[in-house]
């Protein structure tokens, strides 16, 4: 079923010419998880932005389940879909727990207490980041990574349909960027929309039910990781000259060389 | 980057440093609070014996049939308004600071960011220089302090990108206006009477706090400081900042300016009825923080009422340290100042 949808989307930054995105079509459907590829500044996060209603579009509308997003109020937007953002910044030392039992307030408001089913997820969240040992520590403490983790596990506790991260990888150790692909695998599986912004097409390409290519403010392919991840276009789109080779159902690219 | 890495520490406070239960602290805070007015009725020009203060309250009561028309006066008249207005003057302050704090994602705010101070005090020079009753002085700060911020506010939406940035600037720009125009006050006041009681009146007193003031003030004043507690759950969300608290569901659009417009009122309200009162908005809630952790919803009850005690403490200092009367202001600039070297050296040993 469609979860999220756009029609000729398109955002411009006031007072500046030309358009960030310009006519975007999509429908996204639960169960998908949804890989979006492009050159940095071509509108990625903006585009996740818009998808979560943090940005007012400049044309078209988005669209949560076939209702205009605009007319959602904002704690029902909440529980259907959670975000992560690029990068997290702890002004105050709450604790991990803390940080992510907020990720229930769409589901039981500020003041009320944790049901049993909020526990459960915060806990269950928790432990799919490895973040039990860190529980009570101030999360301005934490290295980068360990933070980016705590947001994760934040939006999973958050417990929405349609999850939107925007370069979850950034400063997570080689291990965790490994577990986090299969996990969000795993929650596309279960029946959720999950669609993550990425610079890594060989990951796309192992774990993606589905590619998009952003350039130039407009969705240049859409389709299969199979055919959207190949050396041609990627080659095109990064204008590094790329091989590709297959191996187990994994994609790798490596650069031309011109070797004698 | 280890320069960085150092000024980030002192920036941000850390979590708990005893882990005693938030309901403990709240029940010490409060024996403190209540200790601290014991005292403050005791002390002071004319010490009384807490017995001779019971005995008053006793009277009171028809509990006790003798009078004691000395303590009686003294308790009655100088002391408990002045008491009960550094209650709600010091719990409204620290309450404002501390959502000031979260609000703009900055431990290091006070209540004044956004011009609040100067334009309560060009309000209440305006209102001297014209020759008003005290009263008249009193709208005049009220109605500066919130003038000033709304000018602030509304530069702030002319400005591009929004946010919390642009009401920074906003802020800032509003209070250079309004400070500009408490010089030109002050410039163009009569150096003889008018000057003296301008200055006299920046530095801050809740000396002239009678029943009258209190009948009209401790209302408002009470009930904004229980709204910025019971808010205080929401400030936990809205310190992520403004994607985050949006993809909890959080209105940012609304909650921000809803939260500022009840932090100043309850700012320009504490100002107009005691003057300017540094140091408590900044200093109360970093307390509150090191004592329950930084959870809003946790320590904004403390805060509460660590300003309520500080506040009382402070103006007992104020009125009986010397003689005469130190203004309450420089009592808690100074005391302020230097707790908050403590207060910094506690986080920073934290961090080892």
Same mark, same amino acid.
């Given at each position: 079923m469609t979860l999220l949808s756009c029609r000729n989307l398109g955002f411009r930054q006031p007072r500046q010419p030309g358009s960030v995105l310009e006519g975007i079509d999509l429908s996204l459907r639960e169960g998908e998880l949804v890989g979006l590829l492009g050159l940095n500044g071509a509108g990625k996060s903006t585009l996740l932005r818009l998808l979560m209603g943090f940005l007012a579009p400049s044309t078209g509308e988005v669209f949560l389940e076939g209702r205009p997003?605009? @007319?959602?109020?904002a704690s029902a937007i909440a529980r259907h879909l959670a975000y992560v953002p690029q990068s997290h910044v702890a002004t105050f030392p709450y604790t991990v727990r803390r940080m992510v039992e907020l990720g229930r307030v769409p589901h039981s408001g500020l003041t009320g207490r944790l049901s049993t089913q909020d526990r459960r997820a915060v806990s269950g969240a928790l432990g799919r980041m490895g973040l039990e040992r860190f @529980?009570?520590?101030?999360?301005?403490?934490?290295?980068g990574g360990e933070r980016q983790r705590v947001v994760l596990a934040r939006a999973i506790a958050q417990d929405a349909r349609g999850l939107l991260l925007d370069?979850?990888?950034?400063?997570?150790d080689y291990g965790y960027q490994m577990r986090l692909m299969a996990l969000l695998a795993e929650l596309a599986r279960e029946g959720r929309l999950v669609m993550l912004t990425s610079h890594r097409p060989e990951e796309l390409y192992a774990h993606a039910s589905r590619v998009l290519v952003l350039d130039h403010g407009r969705i240049e392919a859409d389709g299969p990781p199979q055919d959207v991840v190949t050396a041609q276009r990627m080659s095109a789109l990064y204008g590094v000259p790329l091989m590709q080779m297959d191996h187990a159902g994994n994609r790798f690219f490596h650069q031309e060389r011109n070797e004698k | 980057m280890i320069f960085l890495r150092r000024v980030s520490s002192v920036v941000l406070p850390r979590g708990p440093a005893i882990s005693v239960r938030p309901a403990l602290i709240r029940s010490l805070a409060l024996t403190g609070v209540v200790l601290s007015v014991v005292c403050a009725l005791c002390l002071g020009r004319y010490p009384l014996s807490p017995l001779r203060v019971f005995g008053v309250f006793g009277h009171l009561l028809h509990l006790s049939a003798g009078v004691d028309p000395l303590a009686q006066a003294v308790v009655m008249q100088a002391r408990l308004p002045r008491i009960l207005a550094a209650l709600l003057v010091g719990s409204a302050l620290s309450c404002g600071g501390a959502t000031y704090q979260a609000v703009f994602r900055n431990p290091l705010v006070s209540p004044d960011l956004l011009g609040v101070l100067s334009g309560a005090a060009f309000g209440a020079a305006l209102a001297i220089v014209s020759g008003g009753s005290a009263f008249v002085v009193q709208m005049g700060a009220f109605g500066g302090g919130l003038l000033a911020v709304g000018c602030g506010l509304l530069i702030s939406r002319t400005l591009p990108g929004g946010g919390i940035l642009a009401l920074l600037l906003g802020g800032l720009i509003g209070n250079a206006i309004f400070t500009a125009l408490l010089s030109l006050v002050k410039y163009l006041a009569d150096p003889m009477d008018q000057l003296p009681a301008i200055v006299n009146w920046l530095l801050g007193s809740l000396a002239p706090s009678g029943w009258r003031e209190l009948a009209w003030m401790s209302g408002p004043l009470l009930a904004l400081t229980t709204a910025l507690v019971v808010c205080a759950p929401v400030l936990d969300v809205l310190s992520l900042g403004d994607d985050e608290a949006r993809s909890l569901g959080i209105s940012v659009r609304v909650m921000r300016p809803a939260l500022i417009v009840l932090a100043t009122l309850a700012c320009a309200m504490t100002i107009s009825m005691a003057g300017i009162i540094g140091w408590i908005g900044l200093l109360v809630p970093h307390v509150a923080r090191l004592l329950v952790g930084a959870e809003h919803r946790n320590m904004m009850p403390v805060t509460a009422l660590l300003g309520a005690g500080g506040l009382v403490l402070a103006d007992t200092c104020a009125r009986s340290l010397t003689t005469g009367e130190v203004p309450l202001g420089i009592v808690t600039q100074l005391f302020g100042a230097l707790a908050f070297v403590l207060v910094l050296r506690r986080l920073r040993g934290g961090m080892a």
């Open positions: 997003l605009r @007319a959602w109020p @529980a009570d520590r101030p999360v301005t403490e934490l290295s370069e979850p990888m950034t400063g997570l | -």
